[in-house]
């Protein structure tokens, strides 16, 4: 055993990927983005219920690897219940963690999620670390642009 | 050479000489070194083969010796060069069955030669309505340019399916292949279910409804006997590089009457006749499709990979795949749950094996493997249509060539075992 | 790199520092060779560029220990030739000026590069009536995909014609380029005038008018500093052979808001996103004009040959050929009615020098100097129209490099008085 | 001076270039062919007037090497004088002769185009040898076509 595979795949990611959370679908979503990897195939269905400012709750469907597995439970495990500020942070430190920024910093409960800086010795698994995150930011713009476009609210429940 | 042509012809009847693997890896320089600790295990040479010292010292040989640019030139450089380079021609034009020089023209790749084909035979000949036919089983090369042309042209693109075992459905082909198709290309080797097509039936009934036939032959032409004529094909299309040849080389065989009544596609120097600012002619066959400095060192060193390959015989080589298939589906099976795609018969296939585990992702499964020293390769294999049809996202794919053994089958299959452990799934 | 950056800011205040001419033909294996019993004097650069070791060793490297396919691996040769083959795409960029890496596009050669625009760019935004412009004396690499883009979509195929001194006559370029123009495109640096261009001066005037500026570049690249937003230009080609790379490697830049709003080129692997039957996305930039398998080995190597010409400092090996060019107009002097094309003043010229005799056919010229080692060339070195206008049917045309010498100029200068006693004229 | 240069330029192929045959210009022509070697740039104008079946007169005009304009006299001295069918055997003997067919054969007072063949020595100029005859054989092809075709003769005359 190899120890930079011991460094990719950590106990802790190993645990994610063997039992992920936020596996439960939602009634209803409007927070709706999706993900797909297009040089791996790995895909990603998320969706978030917001109310007023907090994200509820989440629910993340990865088909991938084990890292973007991981990555997409640690994802619901940290935003859940945070604010959309909070998450966009969140979600921009992780982008930043995984580019190999060292000044990016985590809430210190999220230290899970720093056991993604392993994955940064393997190039081509970034982007599945990535997925989960990149989709919640698009997922974050796109709410955002609905809110603030006066002529017509879009409501992604409506895509389900 | 006479190998070769001994193969082309009686190959049914003489039993296979066996390879001496021990032997030919020691022609291959980088099969010599250890990943992550572990000697290489190379199983991915469906993506790009490996290259044998001849090679490499051909493309050496010319840097350091020979090396001008071609055809132009009056001095000595120049005329070693173009001799070297014209020699290529001649081999790869007797390698695919013995066609005239002047029909085998020299790409950048397998995927340059059918974009040339889209779009210098496509859209001179395909019109509004008509069809052109592929197959569920093809590699994005083998899609994209015809859906472009499609496009382009307002025709439409249908698809032969596949069956549950990975093989064409022919069933309704009378009904798929119509008077109105006016291409039908498909691979002769699946790069993902190893599936080698019938592709001379299919031709025919092509051929009946008036279409031409183009095949792929990026995953056949480096493990097979390729006789085109034979296949019913009007063009074929393949790269260098996955059979033992630089990167930067590939081919593209078509009849010269259609090659003929082809507009050129890359213009430039070389391939025309006279340039004047109103009016331009071509130059002959096969310079018309050959636009500027072609790259010439990698011609001329896939001569020697082409040598290599008549050495061991290409009926030899399909064999020693056929039985490192057969090995590696026996030693797989311990595995439980293990499922692998396309053709379970090996007589039917090549030695390209996709395989997935029920719990662990391609992805991991190659990182794992990696580490262990024994490189496959994980993902869609630039074929995203059949990976749905399959229902599957990814798979993983040990693919192996002339200088794999059946040892590096038991490593493999050591790990995968290993890797369940690791992953605890 | 230091030196590179220091001459691209510098370089016009500083002197240079002069090349160690015995230093660098130490590097370059193929010199050290007699030709038809004489030491080989290659005089032919212009048409492809000899190879430092460095260059031959980094292919070498490449197929002995590195070798895979790129970008869909996920092991450890897949990674390293991804890797490598990503670096040499930052060199690139930052060889011509600092530009973002997305912006460089790997194609094989010069020719790819100028066809892909033609089809990708120019099929997009060309309308029937609308103008593009070339000039006299570009190389057919940078006329016929114009001149064809012209035929399809109707428009009409302008020249910026040429002084008796081969400059370009910019005297009426007002009304050459006019508001209809959508495209000028011109060479940095003449194949057969060595003349260099005002590109900046004229890329002001297509700009103001709304056309785009592309430039061949395949002269210039491998002989000055080129900073491709300083010449104002909106998509740059050239070819690595030409720059003591390997050969069947191309360099496409363009601006990314060009090159975002332009379809694929070529398609297959790698540039896509995702493929259904129905509905293909394109992959982000450069990957979405990157289709199928590229020259990988070649790509890589081509690194070295930047980091080379990076050491010597392209503006030192400007000055070098301006030392020869001088040198060697002096010696030609020598022989009576000899004609030079192209500006006499080397400072508005690379070290490409075409001439004829007043009887002696360039062929016979090229003939003769090739029997006694020396390597030039004679035609029409891929500009028909060019020599049209300079009223000549072929020209000999002795280029130099790096690794060139004045004492190869008296080789070549006392062989062709040889030659006139040997013909007899 | 290597022996494979003289070879190629023996004395009877530089005196024909050193003083071309056939460089008169013709009143009357009804044979008129171009020819070009697009990979040099050689360029050929040759006008034959033919009366019956015999070539009475020729004009060769050839921008080239030593070797074209050498071929190129090499045939005026040759056709001249003779009928279409020996032309037209003596032109297709050259072009075997050049491809390297050793069994061609040439009327003995032709043995100066025997000289021809060392020119094959040098692969790329074999074309120069070549266009001469090349471009006679399609004024003959043309010739022959516009007599046999009896819709409309074509007089070449005209096209000066
Ligand atoms: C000015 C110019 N443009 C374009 C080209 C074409 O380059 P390549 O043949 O490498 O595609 C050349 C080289 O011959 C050239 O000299
Ligand atoms: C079946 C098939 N067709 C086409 C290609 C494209 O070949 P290349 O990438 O060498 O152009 C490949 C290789 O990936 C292939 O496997």
Known sequence: MTSSLDDMYREVILDHYRSPRGRKPLDKANILSDGINPSCGDEITLSAQVNGDIVEDIHVDCKGCAISVASGSMLAEAVKGRSLDEVRQIAQAVRKILKGEEDAKLPEELEDIESLRGVRQFPVRVKCALLAWVTLLEGLDKLEKSQTDNSDTISTEEKD | ?425
């Open chain 2, 1 to 425: 050479m006479s190998s070769k042509t001994k193969n082309n012809i009686v190959s049914t009847i003489e039993p296979p000489v066996e390879l001496d693997v021990a032997a030919i890896r020691a022609d291959f320089p980088i099969l010599d070194q250890k990943i992550n600790g572990h000697t290489l295990v190379y199983l991915d040479s469906a993506a790009s083969s490996q290259k044998p010292r001849e090679v490499i010292n051909a493309l050496l040989e010319h840097y350091r010796h020979n090396h001008s640019n071609i055809h132009r030139g009056l001095h000595t450089l120049a005329e070693r060069s173009t001799e070297g380079y014209e020699k290529t021609r001649s081999h790869v034009a007797q390698f695919i069955g013995g066609v005239p020089t002047e029909e085998v023209i020299f790409t950048s790749g397998a995927t340059e030669s059918l974009n040339l084909l889209a779009y210098a035979w496509g859209d001179l000949n395909v019109h509004e309505g008509d069809e052109i036919v592929i197959t569920e089983m093809e590699h994005h090369a083998n899609i994209v340019p015809w859906f472009q042309l499609a496009q382009r042209r307002k025709a439409i693109l249908k698809t032969i399916p596949i069956t549950v075992c990975g093989h064409l459905d022919l069933s309704n082909l009378d009904t798929i292949i119509t008077p109105r198709t006016k291409i039908v290309a498909l691979c002769h080797m699946s790069n993902v279910l190893g599936t080698i097509n019938p592709v001379a039936e299919i031709a025919e009934a092509a051929h009946k409804k008036g279409a031409i036939v183009v095949v792929d032959a990026a995953q056949s032409a480096p493990h097979t006997t390729i006789d085109v004529r034979a296949l019913g094909a009007d063009f074929v299309a393949f790269s260098s590089h996955k059979m033992l040849g630089p990167t930067g080389v590939g081919v593209l065989w078509g009849r010269s009457e259609l090659l003929e009544e082809m507009p050129p596609f890359n213009t430039g120097g070389e391939m025309i006749r006279e340039v004047r600012f109103d009016k331009i002619t071509w130059n002959e066959l096969p310079h018309k499709f050959e636009a500027g400095t072609p790259n010439i060192a990698g011609v001329i060193a896939f001569d020697a990979a082409l040598s290599y390959l008549d050495k061991l015989g290409m009926y030899n080589i399909h064999h020693h795949e056929m039985e490192i298939t057969r090995y590696a589906f026996e030693r797989l099976s311990e595995l439980d749950g293990l499922e692998i795609q396309g053709p379970q018969v090996v007589e039917d296939r090549g030695g390209t094996i996709s395989f997935t585990d029920p719990v662990i992702h391609p992805h991991d499964i190659s990182t794992f493997l990696d580490s262990h020293g024994i490189a496959i390769r994980a993902g869609h294999h630039c074929a995203q249509p059949l990976m749905r049809v399959m229902g599957k996202v990814a798979t993983a794919r040990a693919s192996c060539y002339v200088y794999n053994d059946k040892s590096e089958i038991d490593a493999l299959v050591d790990c995968l075992k290993d890797m369940r452990k690791y992953f605890g799934v």
